[in-house]
């Protein structure tokens, strides 16, 4: 039977392709000249280092803009609240990945109100679509696509 799983997963060498990119740009840039500011990747989490909150706000912008170049969707970034000191300004960004649960089912609610002949079922951080006909599926990613979910969906695995 053809099936397909839908995923949201990120592209690490891109993400840290990028934040070497914003980094060096800050590094560069004139209105960051002896800020000391710096992006840091740990994992999924990206830390940006400045001196106020408005430069914060140029950061995120510039690392938005190289995470575009680059091919990763900016739907997965979730902000952090900024944490202010004297001279110092800090805010961590989280890479999400993975469909929650909760977003999982929302899904498999969405997919069975439009009764499509399928059946999806959630496989931990990924939903498997699986169904008699091929065309069945493809309507059952365009729904996808055009749906709200707050995060980028990738399909993997079409096995006809």
């Excluded at 950061?59 to 969707?73: A, E, I, P, S």
């Excluded at 739907?75 to 999982?104: D, F, N």
Aim: proline share 2%; net charge neutral; with cysteine.
């Amino acid at each position: 039977m053809p099936s397909f799983d839908v995923v949201s997963e990120v592209n690490h060498h891109e993400l840290s392709n990028a934040v070497d990119q914003a980094n060096r740009e800050v590094t560069t840039r004139f209105d960051f000249k002896g800020t000391g500011s710096n992006f840091e990747l740990n994992g999924s989490l990206i830390t940006m280092n400045t001196e106020s909150e408005f430069q914060l706000q140029q950061m995120y912008d510039m690392l938005c803009n190289k995470l575009v170049k680059r091919g990763v969707d900016i739907a997965c970034l979730e902000m952090g609240e900024p944490v202010l000191q004297l001279k110092t300004a800090t805010q961590v960004v989280t890479v999400r990945e993975g469909i929650e649960t909760v977003e999982s089912k929302k899904m498999v609610k969405l997919i069975k109100d439009r009764k499509f002949k399928v059946q999806a079922a959630i496989q931990g951080d990924q939903l498997r679509v699986t169904g008699k006909k091929r065309d069945d599926l493809q309507a059952v990613m365009a729904l996808l696509k055009g749906g709200d979910f707050g995060l980028p969906l990738q399909f993997k695995n079409f096995r006809d």
